[in-house]
């Protein structure tokens, strides 16, 4: 059976993770380590990173690797290279826009410097966040016939971007008015509608993460 460890919090990376095997009734097991074991526990890992997935005690890293492994045991990774691709460039993006607004998280939770993180946030806002929500809104354009799912059907495409917009949406991030989305109707819409996509919204997976 499948296992994937993370922190004892939820974050995209692992959730799309979850998110698709879940949706699928692919069985796993989910063990979350304590964020304050972690600089104990780093070491055992590879990269020393999380998420991992572990399969007949072999531990796999790295988000998009692990993403890609649980599409396709998911039957979520599109039916040609084409779509696939398109599901490749939704997690790349999904880790660069993550990459761009890290520094600002960085400075609150390891630095304890909130006078950092706030210019740093702001910074962000200004330069990358509708820069990279843009990118996503045209990639959706381009791909999307009905407007509904990335691919036209339901793939970790929407899994992805659902839950990335959710994380700049749901208002836990300091100094991001989620009134942001207002400006790409199709990302807006797109993302209210996976939000209404009762196969999707059923899981305790999605419950779990929301609540």
């Not at 499948?2 to 698709?20: A, G, H, P």
């Not at 649980?70 to 993550?98: F, H, P, R």
Request: aromatic share 18%; with cysteine.
């Amino acid at each position: 059976m499948i296992k994937l460890v993370y922190f004892d919090f939820n974050f995209w990376r692992i959730d799309i993770l979850r998110l698709s095997l879940g949706y699928s009734k692919v069985p796993y097991k989910y063990e979350r380590i304590n964020r304050q074991e972690w600089s104990k526990e780093k070491e055992k890992f590879p990269f020393g990173q999380l998420p991992i997935m572990v399969i007949d005690d072999k531990q796999y890293a790295h988000t998009h690797s692990l993403a890609r492994f649980c599409a396709i045991e998911s039957k979520l990774y599109g039916d040609n290279n084409l779509k696939a691709m398109v599901i490749d460039q939704v997690i790349d993006w999904a880790n660069e826009i993550t990459n761009k607004i890290a520094p600002s998280i960085r400075a609150a939770m390891k630095d304890r410097d909130l006078e950092k993180s706030k210019r740093l946030r702001a910074e962000f806002i200004k330069n990358d966040l509708f820069v990279w929500f843009s990118y996503l809104e045209k990639l959706f354009d381009q791909n999307s016939k009905k407007k509904i799912f990335f691919n036209d059907k339901f793939s970790m495409a929407d899994i992805v971007a659902w839950r990335v917009t959710y994380w700049f949406y749901c208002g836990r991030l300091d100094q991001v008015d989620n009134k942001f989305l207002d400006k790409f109707p199709l990302i807006q819409n797109f993302f209210k509608q996976m939000n209404a996509f009762k196969p999707f919204n059923q899981l305790s997976e999605y419950k779990d993460i929301i609540s």
